[in-house]
């Protein structure tokens, strides 16, 4: 099929960037999104043009590295699908598509369609871990969890830190990202003996770098290719309410 | 993990919205008792009511010494987040496409602003009664010999300008509740998963109910079916 692609050029995070059209001629529906790219890139290659810089890494959905906004929704208009997961059976042969970086004052634009998304790991730096002693390897089955505590911990860690959260945020929020890790270690007693610190860190940690406030939009849940849910930002509110007792 | 000095809740993004969570739920508490007072009107009750109620002078003092608070944090806050807002996310895509936002949503502090509007005109006119002063509750008794509330409300409502201005001011109070109330909960962590349907549901339900119980005033006034 033939489409045409506007995309999001810009040569660096002060350069004036714009969307250009490219003509992607000749795509199969087998192909996924970042395939595709890889087509009309050969075709800007060949004609000595600057080819689309865009991220990505596993391409297999898992390392979030991936992050294109597809007719302005992060990862495309599919549920829970990543960019490098989207395939182009989606898409109609003629199709106009809009291709942009991830927006937000916290996420600058690198090239393109790569945007810095180092905020994140600073986050994660902020609080987001669990502090443990070196040394022999504790017994396995030391500390005995409830399935429940575990199921949650585990649907919070399907978090890939892509930044699709904050992408289709309108105010360019991290909260879900910062809800998942710390529901995540909050269920968990190893998450607990921490828990006060991390919060606090994680919530001012989020203001600092730029991001926005939550104003309870849920575009994030919509957004998210893994299905992380806006409940655990309830769950984040009630954990910073018992870090002040 | 370092022990740091964390912000406090007024500049915490996370307290801050759990004080606009709270000071927002006592105003839509206030915006209910001052409702079911108000239609007291429709059984001539009003005088009476507003009678009772300045003798309890403690009691309405009392709520004006928390409800002021309230709402100028509450503003605060407001515009403060939303300026913080704005600035974290300068423009939006070339496709524009909401997936769970809404246009109440979206547009918490205009409704906000026509709110803080009609407040400050709905004070000069009922409470301080400086708008229409021919008309004053103040300087005109009823046949008891009570300020004349209702005669007053009466007699601004019957305009078709000042019941457009209600109605108006109204639908901005209930597009800001219909999503205020339901977020409301979830700012103060009182959601999960299986309750989050519920309790937008009931939030939209609340916003709805407040905005029929006070619209109906001016509607019913303006087309001369309730007279007092
Ligand atoms: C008078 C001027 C007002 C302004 C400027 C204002 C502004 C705002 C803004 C900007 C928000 C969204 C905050 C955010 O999520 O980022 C908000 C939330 C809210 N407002 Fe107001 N508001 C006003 C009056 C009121 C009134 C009169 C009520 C109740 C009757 C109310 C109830 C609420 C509630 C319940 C929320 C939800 C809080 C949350 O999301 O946790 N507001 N307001
Ligand atoms: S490239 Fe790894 S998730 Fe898409």
């Known amino acids: 099929m033939d489409l045409t692609l506007m995309v999001w050029r810009q040569k660096s995070a002060d350069a004036p960037g714009k969307l250009d059209q490219y003509a992607a001629k000749g795509i199969s529906r087998e192909m996924s999104f970042l395939e595709m790219l890889d087509v009309v890139n050969e075709g800007i290659v060949k004609a000595g043009g600057d080819p689309i810089a865009f991220d990505h890494d596993c391409r297999e959905g898992i390392c979030g590295t991936c992050s294109q906004v597809i007719n302005g929704v992060p990862h495309g208009i599919e549920e829970r699908t990543t960019v490098c997961q989207l395939h182009m059976r989606h898409f109609k042969d003629g199709d106009t598509i809009y291709i942009e970086p991830w927006h937000g004052k916290a996420f600058p634009v690198v090239r393109d369609l790569i945007v810095d998304r180092s905020a994140l790991d600073r986050l994660i730096q902020s609080g987001g871990y669990v502090s443990v002693h070196t040394g022999g390897v504790p017994d396995a089955n030391a500390i005995l969890i409830p399935k429940g505590d575990a199921d949650t911990a585990m649907d919070a860690a399907e978090c890939i830190g892509c930044g699709a959260c904050v992408a289709a945020c309108p105010n360019g929020s991290a909260m879900l990202f910062v809800a998942a890790k710390v529901t995540q270690l909050a269920s968990l007693p190893q998450g607990r003996v921490e828990a006060s610190e991390r919060v606090r860190g994680m919530i001012d940690k989020m203001s600092d770098e730029g991001f926005g406030n939550c104003s309870n939009h849920y575009e994030c849940q919509a957004a998210c290719p893994k299905g992380v849910k806006v409940s655990f930002i309830a769950k984040l509110n009630r954990e910073y309410m018992k870090s002040w007792f | ?228």
């Open chain 2, 1 to 228: 993990m370092p022990e740091t000095v964390s912000r406090g809740i007024g500049s915490s993004t996370v307290g801050r919205k759990i004080l606009m969570a709270v000071t927002g739920q006592m105003m839509i508490l206030f915006a209910v008792i001052h409702v079911v007072g108000n239609s007291t009107i429709y059984f001539s009750g009003l005088n009476s009511y507003a009678e009772h109620l300045h003798e309890l002078v403690p009691l309405v003092w009392a709520t004006r010494f928390v409800m002021l608070p309230a709402l100028l944090l509450h503003v605060f806050f407001g515009v403060q987040l939303a300026l913080e807002n704005n600035s974290a996310k300068e423009s939006g895509y070339s496709v524009n496409t909401n997936l769970r936002s809404t246009f109440a949503s979206r547009n918490m502090i205009w409704s906000g602003t026509l709110i803080a509007a009609f407040l400050v005109y709905h004070l000069m006119h009922f409470t301080f009664q400086v708008i229409s002063p021919e008309a004053a509750a103040s300087a005109n008794a009823d046949a008891l010999g009570r300020p004349d509330v209702a005669g007053m409300v009466i007699y601004a409502l019957r305009s078709y300008v000042v019941s457009l201005v209600y109605i108006f001011s109204l639908t901005g109070l209930f597009l800001h509740l219909a999503h205020g109330a339901q977020s409301s909960f979830q700012s103060l962590g009182l959601s999960n998963e299986g309750a989050e349907p519920a309790i937008s549901k009931g939030g939209y339900s609340v916003a709805l109910v407040i905005f029929i119980a006070y619209v109906l005033i001016p509607v019913l006034v303006v087309l001369g079916i309730v007279k007092g």
